[in-house]
């Protein structure tokens, strides 16, 4: 048995956050666009990485996704993200920070999720 992927599903209240957070901070590009139906809905990628974004209130108050975006370059990121977006830096982790599993470590949160940056 062999997989090639695994794509979150990851669902807000309202989208736009989602899209404030992905595109305009982390930089994803919407590959598939269902924002302007009843079920508001799209799918998101970059540098081969894909999640689903979906607006549903009901799963989003019964949800709170946390995932880890490696990187070999943490500093970068965390330049470009506190420069940009600081409000996203989450207050427990907003500095890239050395853990005791020897990984670098920062963490940005939104409305709905957690997503930890990670450096090996």
Known sequence: MK????VPNVFYADISDALKFFIDC???????????THKRF????????RINLFQDRKYAE?????FRLVTDDIQSVYTKISAS?????HPNLDKVTLRPWGAQEFALTDKQLCVVIQQW
């Open 3 to 6: 997989f090639s992927k695994l």
């Open 26 to 36: 982390l930089e994803f590009t919407i590959t598939h666009n269902e924002l302007k």
């Open 42 to 49: 799209c799918v998101i990628e970059k540098d081969g990485l």
């Open 62 to 66: 019964e949800h709170h996704p946390e």
């Open 85 to 89: 977006h600081p409000e996203y830096l």
